[in-house]
């Protein structure tokens, strides 16, 4: 089998935990897995029986999405994130809003000589988008860094995986205007935007940080967090009505469809904010018992005020993150070191607020001094 695909993408980071895993299991009171953000809390009742209710489905679904689950999208930014003005031909259903972010610069044509910029600390995706289409990659927070050259797209990351830091509505918006200035497209992965502790987030689609214009900009949605739905891969993308019709026009030959069941699903849980608010406090209150546990055991958590993880250290002097991971699989619970994130994680690990009340109560009860 040719490695030519696997020998110019980094390494599957979580290939790297497996020792570390079998450490926490080995713990008498069983692992806790704080490491991969994967939901555990029930899929609410209003997305199953969607499902159920959409299950005849003998069809092929339209890539573009039926206008229901378009519409949705559309009335929902409106709604609750202040995103106006969006048309249905501006919004496209996604399998999963990794399948897009991995593969959004080779379906825009981007190759070898183009450069694309993301995070300092990020998402290992957008630097996989980047190698899989020959690309250039440039890591960082510093649009200076980018010297006299342009890139053609610029990832951003608010509320950001691993760190949950926000940025600011006035950083957002140079950041949009420094891109529009040069042509450069900006996309921005706001998946954790109704994961918010502390503060307030925006939407780069906010008409306070575009304008009112949504030339230049896509943005990336994802329902697995804010909805439970990360086994029904509901994700969408919205924004510049140009690039969306090229990427349906390349999606529409590539067979990518949102299933129809999934469609109406999405739709659904999209007009329905019980269950995002009694998930929102299941997890508040996981985050304020660990978080304590953490700092009471010597950890700090920094950034942190979004997202469903806390990003810990114990100092840039202290443990690398590798012997961080450590000494916490020896206590039977697995996080992921920051170094999965960038250069900038070498101190941090970053711990997921994403398993039962049990689990988290148990890694509280390991982390509290006899």
């Avoid at 957008?126 to 289409?133: D, N």
């Avoid at 929102?280 to 700090?300: N, Q, S, V």
Wanted: aromatic share 6%; glycine share 10%.
């Amino acid at each position: 089998m040719s490695t030519a695909v696997s020998g110019r993408l980094p390494d599957f980071p979580w290939d790297k935990l497996t020792g570390y895993a079998e450490q926490a299991r080995a713990h008498p009171g069983g692992i806790v897995d704080l490491s991969i953000g994967t939901p555990v809390d029930p899929t609410p009742a209003v997305a199953r029986q969607a499902l159920i209710d959409a299950a005849d489905a003998p069809g092929y679904p339209l890539t573009v999405g039926v206008p229901e689950v378009r519409q949705a999208v559309v009335e929902w930014l409106a709604g609750t994130h202040g995103v106006t003005g969006l048309g249905l031909d501006q919004v496209l259903p996604l399998i999963g809003s990794k399948e897009l972010i991995a593969s959004l610069p080779t379906h825009l044509g981007l190759g070898p000589g183009d450069l694309i910029g993301y995070p300092e600390l990020a998402y290992p995706t957008y630097e996989v988008g980047a190698a899989l289409a020959g690309a250039r990659a440039l890591a960082t927070d510093a649009l200076t860094a980018f010297g006299p050259e342009t890139p053609k797209l610029l990832w951003l990351n608010s509320p950001s995986n691993p760190s949950g830091r926000v940025l600011p509505k006035e950083h957002l918006k140079k950041v949009v205007d420094w891109c529009r200035e040069r042509g450069v497209l900006l996309v921005s992965d706001e998946c954790y935007l109704d994961c918010v502790w502390e503060g307030e987030a925006y939407s780069a689609l906010h008409p306070d940080i575009c304008g009112g214009s949504s030339d230049g900009i896509l943005i990336v949605h994802s329902l697995s967090k804010r909805s439970n739905l990360a086994g029904y891969r509901c994700a969408f993308v919205a924004g510049d009505r140009s690039v969306i019709a090229e990427l349906l026009a390349v999606r529409k030959n590539l067979g990518l469809m949102m299933p129809a069941p999934q469609q109406h699903a999405m739709a659904a849980v999209l007009g329905d904010e019980a269950h995002v608010a009694e998930q929102h406090e299941r997890y508040r209150a996981r985050r304020t018992r660990l978080r304590a546990a953490l700092e009471a055991a010597g950890y700090t958590i920094d950034h942190s005020e979004a997202s469903l993880y806390l990003w810990t250290t114990k100092g840039p002097d202290g443990p690398d993150c590798w012997q961080l991971v450590a000494d916490l699989a020896a206590q039977g619970i697995l996080v992921a070191p920051g170094a999965f994130y960038g250069a900038a994680g070498s101190h941090h690990v970053r711990i997921a607020l994403t398993a039962t009340d049990e689990r988290i109560d148990a890694a509280v009860e390991r982390l509290t001094p006899a």
